[in-house]
Nanobody, 125 residues
Framework: VQLQASGGGLVQAGGFLRLSCEAS????????MGWFRQAPGKEREYVGS???????YYADFVEGRFTISRDNAKNTVYLQMNSLKSEDTALYYC????????????????????WGQGTQVTVSS
């Protein structure tokens, strides 16, 4: 499966963005999906995941600001980001693993099999 992330951009602190991750070459309904981010000079960081039934899990820093959802009919997963902070500035990646649920290791990048190319989010303070 190929993943294409989009929706990044420049936004002021306190604003919002919705990132999309569209899949081709396979049905996303068969995959657990994750979002990661990487800021300049930092390691890739886990943001959150959604399992096949729509259950979600988020990193602590999200603090209720982000929501992951999926539309299997559109073969697309979304990351709605509200109340953005300057520290949310990063390149955001979507990832996929053919699995039913969030098993051990799902917060680690190595757990995922497929990756999108990343979309840049810049939050100005």
């Amino acid at each position: 499966v190929q993943l294409q992330a989009s929706g990044g951009g420049l936004v002021q602190a306190g604003g919002f963005l919705r990132l999309s991750c569209e899949a081709s070459g396979g049905s996303l309904s068969s995959y657990v999906m994750g979002w990661f981010r990487q800021a300049p000079g930092k390691e890739r960081e886990y943001v959150g995941s959604i399992n096949r039934s729509g259950g979600t899990y988020y990193a602590d820093f999200v603090e209720g600001r982000f929501t992951i959802s999926r539309d299997n009919a559109k073969n697309t997963v979304y990351l709605q980001m509200n109340s953005l902070k300057s520290e949310d500035t990063a390149l955001y990646y979507c990832a996929a693993r053919p699995a039913d649920s969030l098993t051990y290791g799902f917060t680690k990048s190595g757990w995922y099999s497929y990756w999108g190319q990343g979309t840049q989010v810049t939050v100005s303070s």
